[in-house]
């Protein structure tokens, strides 16, 4: 079935930077497309951005284009997603998401979340 | 604020039968891009309920449907149970961009 795990969250002031990382496992990473989606603190779920399964296609939330990056490490089963400048509003819980094949590309696989809080 | 509209809350009793609807536009949902759903238990990340026309991953019970029509989507849950307390998110698509409702929280009364 597989597994994601998401880390490098933590506390930033405005104005930093974050990478976070998403593991995955137990699936052909390289197969699938992949998404970065956050929920801020008591608000709903918002998409972020996708890669797809090679790397040739990246898109961007227009509330996070020009300062999200996304990429990927096929080899190493690894997703990224840069943040940039960020900001208070910014904060929340940010998910990795599996698009998968034969579910009409839904979301079929999260991993647990990586808590990112922007605060002085 | 959200590209697709659901209400804020819903609740029932206990073996009753609730819906949550999901509005999105001409650009969204009325132009014909699948429409999935999410739930989100206290606590968790979300998991895939149900995806395209209908279609439940294996686990899902089947008291769990969706259907569409024109620019909206709907989720019907019948013989509700305690622990489908949850959130509740559907998720279509925007041109190449991915885009989610709202949220319902689904109280079980």
């Known amino acids: 079935q597989g597994q994601l795990v998401e880390s490098g969250g933590g506390l930033v002031k405005p104005g930093g930077s974050l990478r976070l990382t998403c593991a995955a496992s137990?699936?052909?990473?390289?197969?699938?497309?992949m998404s970065w989606v956050r929920q801020a603190p008591g608000k709903g779920l918002e998409w972020l951005s996708y890669?797809?399964?090679?790397?040739?296609?990246?898109n961007y939330a227009d509330s996070v284009k020009g300062r999200f990056t996304i990429s990927r490490d096929n080899a190493k089963k690894l997703l990224f997603l840069e943040i940039n400048s960020l900001r208070v509003e910014d904060t929340g819980i940010y998910y990795c998401?599996?698009?998968?094949?034969?579910?009409?590309?839904?979301?079929?696989?999260w991993g647990q979340g990586t808590m990112v809080t922007v605060s002085s | 604020q959200s590209v697709l509209t659901q209400p804020p809350s819903v609740s029932g009793a206990p073996g009753q039968r609730v819906t949550i609807s999901c509005t999105g536009s001409?650009?969204?949902?009325?132009?014909?891009?699948?429409v999935h759903w999410y739930q989100r238990l206290p606590g968790t990340a979300p998991r895939l309920l149900v995806y395209?026309?209908?279609n439940r991953p294996s686990g899902v019970p089947d008291r769990f449907s969706a259907s569409k029509s024109g620019a909206a989507a709907s989720l019907a849950i019948t013989g509700l149970q305690p622990e489908d307390e949850a959130e509740y998110y559907c998720?279509?698509?925007?041109?190449?961009?991915?885009?989610f409702g709202s949220g319902t929280k689904l109280t079980v009364l």
């Open positions: 998401a599996r698009e998968g094949l034969g579910v009409a590309d839904a979301l079929d696989l």
């Open positions: 137990g699936f052909v990473f390289s197969d699938f497309y």
């Open positions: 890669i797809s399964d090679l790397e040739t296609y990246t």
């Open positions: 001409s650009s969204t949902i009325g132009a014909g891009y699948d």
């Open positions: 395209g026309r209908n």
């Open positions: 998720q279509s698509y925007d041109n190449r961009l991915r885009v």
